[in-house]
């Protein structure tokens, strides 16, 4: 009978054996697949990872993990731990943010990176970063120069305006009108407008970390004019309006005309400010798409100022763009807040590429991705909807009932929320039991979420719908379709 004794001995013989079996660093570092990733990511990067893993398997040892030590005598052992190493590091290194596919049906989606910019604004990104560019510098006069003077009479020519600007985003240019006329004072609003616009932007929030006191007039349905002219003091500093871009009141309503807003704004010698969120440089129902403001004729109406974003309708990069009055839109390039608020280079050369393009406004629906998306022809859509069909039916064979049905997009970033566009999607109905059918879903919508390049859809009464309207692969769609991961028991 073997005593305890001999029984530990004849145990740490093996374990050291074991560990006697463990690739040192060096060799490790001489494995084909570490050897690739040496050049690429340099030797601290591998080494630490090959230590790191080494310790692991150290560790695997120690507890008796008899899977690792039959894998530790085989012969490619090192083969196979050099690939599990790589295959770690470049899972490390390899950037969170990836492209999906876009099938919510949402077409300028903020948590999807709202607009795709044109070929003509990626060619002059790529070039400002490559290049050290004269982004603030005059070359006429060899001197400091102005980043606007870039963009100001293009965007002026456009919509019609004295003067213009541009900031980080359309919440940075609200900011900063704020902050610039009314800080320490009040600013009139009405009380329907005060709304909240993609869960983080909300007006009364903006308007307190800008310095100013809102001062709310009327009431949610109805505002008149002698509302707003009762409750100007001489603490008033500015009127503001706002487009209440992601909701509609109806029924008894009444809100004050812009011109009667610019009249009384104007008698008491303090600017009426319009926040029209999502800007369209164009009439978009010349498109075949629902009726928004555009900033001229918000101008038109007398708006001192207006401010509204790169990138909802204008289909651009983000951005905040501040159109108006020559003396207003000085004072705003004074503050301070500017600086901090200033677009960078690779954003405004984008946003010169794509206001450019809108000085064709008749090609503008075509030119632009996140227009052609959005007036994209049903027939077409269809066309995407029936070339996947098919795939991903075979790929849901057993989990779920694949058809295709007409259903609704919507143009997303907080516009016309009440308007919708006509648009094909793939659907999907599990076909699990009763009482699992929820869990079945929710399942799918994720296996759909996990492809190499993630499929996003929209789950609506019980079904996962693919909204083909901003499909444009769709070989590549179908191709990864094949690896996607369901439990088919
Ligand atoms: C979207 C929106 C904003 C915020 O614009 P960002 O470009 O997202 O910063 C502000 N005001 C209105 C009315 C909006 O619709």
Known sequence: MEGVRAKVNRHMTVVSDLYKLLPSVDTMLQ???????????????????????LDIARQQIAGDDEDFAARLRSPNFDKCLAADIAAGIEQEFTSTLRPVFNLTGT?????????????????AMEMAANECINLEFDLASGKRGDRDSHIEAAICDICGAEAATVVNNNAAAVLLVLSTF????????SRGELVEIGGSFRIPEVMQSAGCKLREVGTTNRTHLKDFASAIDDNTALIMKVHTSNYEIRGFTESVPESALHELAGQHGIPFVSDLGSGTLVDLTRFGLPK????????????????????KLLGGPQAGIIVGRRDLVDQLKKNPLKRALRIDKITLVALVAVINLYRDPERIGTRL????DLTRPLAEIEYMATQVE??????????????VEPCKSQIGSGSLPTELLDSMAIVCTPQAAKGKRDAALVALAKAFRALPRPVIGRVHDGRLLLDCRCLRDYSGFLEQLQSIALDKT
Do not use: C, W, Y
């Open 31 to 53: 494995q084909a697949e570490l050897v690739r990733l040496l050049e690429k990511m340099g030797k601290a990067v591998v080494k630490t990872a090959i230590q790191t893993r």
């Open 182 to 189: 009314a800080f320490g004072r009040e600013v009139l609003i």
């Open 390 to 403: 098919e795939g991903v039916r075979q790929a849901l064979t057993g989990l779920a009932t694949v058809t």
């Open 292 to 311: 928004e403001p555009t900033v001229s004729s918000e101008l038109l109406r007398g708006a001192d100022l207006v401010t509204f974003s790169g990138d």
């Open 369 to 372: 991705p996140a227009l052609s």
């Open 107 to 123: 077409v300028i989606h903020t948590n999807l990176g709202r607009s795709r910019f044109p070929p003509e604004a990626v060619s």
